[in-house]
């Protein structure tokens, strides 16, 4: 973590464009919210982090600490000092160099920040983008590795449209000029508002030196739009299974998987298309098979799907799911549940054969209860347990069984009706062709 340095996160828009009633900062990329990505890489260069809020601010606020503490949070006095300028107003600063992120950049790397701590004698080093095509960009004007001035694409003549340097809206000030010049901002402009971006003509006009820093567009996307997030997702996507795959995981079509950002994958595992691994999901040596869809839970030297589910709270080790096999909320030790059942809140251990169709009946309407199975039970198709029960070890359930009470070890449990059949009932029932 580096000392010497304040960070300041943006995160008081409303984001109109968004089209929604969540606020910007808080739709999310690969299970967070894009504000998360701005201060977890914030936290990996300071201790003093300011993250600026207004629009539904209690939400955001109360969103971010779910996963973080230490962060200062403040109110952007937006009535009087509104707009990016305004939000950087009135903060206590410890440290003589000031970074300022946007929270609507969830692409950024900690990599990528440290960069702008390279450059020891500027008043301000702000990002810039090189863009094969800056159309629609305001153009940033540089002489001799200084920054000249910033022009609105409206305002350039025929010389500055053609450069195709743009403002990447990321910049760390020389804290003693941001704390100097602010006061000297004024609203004076269409919009009313106070921009932050006029700091650096007064850089210029008091002789100092302003650094352009060239940056990967990729890292530095801003999300405006749902298609924007849409498109950052895709990028963020490609970062993690990109870490994935060079660690040695097998992906068949990775462009067709979905990961969460807190999924871990080990060893010699392989996932196939279509897999989506959510939340606080591990994977060990395991083969997750096509379209299956994992959640919060440990699958170890196991293989699920094609086309099953694990949700929460869920650990498979040494298991076999096949098609249609949902587990929910129970721990599998060497099972094997091949098709077309329903294992909710469950202990399963070794040696035992789920059948098809077995559905554990683990809620009555108010509370959920437990199905306890124990080792090497053969479970026959189109069984239904009704929990709270126990399956103790060597034991047996006949097909179409409904099991209600414990089975003891050693015993065959069955429960069927009678069976009858009624001569030419078809017959008489539709009559003969």
């Not at 968004?18 to 739709?27: G, I, Q």
């Not at 691994?277 to 591990?282: E, F, V």
């Not at 869809?293 to 440990?298: A, H, K, L, W, Y």
């Not at 030790?333 to 054969?353: P, R």
């Amino acid at each position: 973590m580096n000392k010497n340095i304040s960070i300041i996160i943006l995160a008081a828009g409303k984001g109109s464009r968004m089209k929604s009633s969540t606020p910007k900062v808080l739709h999310k990329i690969s299970g967070f919210e894009m504000l998360y990505y701005s201060i977890k890489e914030a936290q990996e260069l300071s201790d003093d982090i300011h993250v600026v809020l207004y629009h539904q601010a209690s939400r955001v606020q109360e969103a971010m600490e779910k996963y973080f503490t230490g962060v200062n949070f403040t109110m952007q006095d937006h009535d009087n000092y509104p707009g990016t300028g305004g939000a950087v107003m009135g903060m206590n600063l410890k440290y003589e160099n000031t970074l300022v992120l946007n929270g609507d950049m969830p692409l950024i790397q900690k990599s990528e920040l440290e960069k702008f701590l390279d450059y020891k004698d500027s008043a301000i080093v702000m990002s810039v983008l090189d863009l094969n095509d800056a159309s629609g960009y305001g153009r940033v004007i540089i002489q001799n590795d200084n920054v000249q001035k910033i022009v609105e694409q409206k305002d350039c003549n025929d010389a500055e449209l053609k450069v195709n340097i743009a403002n990447a809206g990321i910049y760390c000030f020389n804290t003693k000029f941001l704390n100097e010049n602010l006061a000297k901002l004024n609203n004076n402009n269409a919009q009313e508002e106070y921009y932050i971006t006029d700091l650096i003509e007064l850089a210029i006009n008091q002789n100092l030196k302003v650094s352009p820093l060239v940056v990967d567009e990729d890292n530095f996307k801003g999300v405006n739009s749902k298609f924007d997030l849409a498109n950052a997702e895709v990028l963020h996507q490609n970062r993690i299974k990109k870490e994935f795959m060079t660690a040695g995981i097998i992906m068949r079509m990775p462009d067709t998987i979905y990961i969460e950002a807190n999924v871990k994958i080990e060893g010699e595992s392989i996932l196939e298309n279509n897999v989506t691994l959510l939340g606080n999901t591990t994977i060990i040596n395991s083969h997750i098979k096509t379209s299956s869809v994992v959640e919060d839970s440990i699958l170890d030297n196991s293989d699920i799907g094609p086309m099953a589910r694990v949700r929460p709270a869920s650990v498979l080790k040494d298991t076999h799911l096949g098609n249609f096999v949902e587990v929910k909320k129970s721990n599998l030790n060497g099972v094997k549940a091949g098709h077309l059942a329903y294992l909710g809140d469950s202990t399963i251990d070794t040696g035992t054969n789920i059948g098809a169709g077995t559905i554990t009946c683990n809620y009555d309407g108010v509370s959920k209860y437990k199905t306890i199975i124990g080792k090497n039970v053969f479970i026959g198709s189109d069984s239904q347990l009704i929990a709270p029960i126990t399956l103790e070890d060597d034991t047996i359930i006949a097909a179409g069984s409904t099991v209600s009470s414990d089975v003891k070890s050693g015993e065959l449990f069955i429960s069927r009706a009678k069976g009858r059949t009624i001569k030419d009932f078809f017959y008489k029932f539709f009559g003969k062709k």
